[in-house]
């Protein structure tokens, strides 16, 4: 079992930055692959961002957004960067049972609670 908890959401201006953090518990966390999905009202939930043995990212986030892992803190960063008011949604970090990432949701057998990022134009 994998415990998430996802942090550092709110509420900026469209061009700023934003950093979310990840804090997993339950498991070697260097033996798992991260992703981040986010979920805007009346849509799908849709992939951003994943790292483990490797990192890839959804095309509209890519140059703007960085993820990384810290292994020795058993957390995972979501760098935000140039945000626009696009980017509004609940953002999720997820966990699967494998080091290889991965784009689709149900890859992830482990899920945060997701942190609310609103961008304002």
């Known amino acids: 079992q994998v415990q998430l908890v996802e942090s550092g959401g709110g509420l900026v201006q469209a061009g700023g930055s934003l950093r979310l953090s990840c804090a997993a518990s339950?498991?070697?966390?260097?033996?798992?692959?991260m992703g981040w999905f986010r979920q805007a009202p009346g849509k799908e939930r849709e992939f951003v961002a994943a790292?483990?043995?490797?990192?890839i990212y959804a095309d509209p986030v890519k140059g703007r957004f960085t993820v990384s892992r810290d292994n020795a803190k058993n957390t995972g960063y979501l760098q935000m960067n140039s945000l626009k008011p696009e980017d509004t949604a609940v953002y999720y970090c997820?966990?699967?049972?494998?080091?290889?990432?991965?784009?689709?949701?149900?890859?992830?057998?482990?899920w945060g609670q997701g942190t609310q990022v609103t961008v304002s134009s």
């Open positions: 997820a966990a699967k049972n494998s080091p290889i990432s991965g784009r689709l949701t149900q890859e992830y057998a482990y």
């Open positions: 339950g498991r070697t966390f260097s033996s798992y692959a």
């Open positions: 790292i483990g043995w490797s990192t």
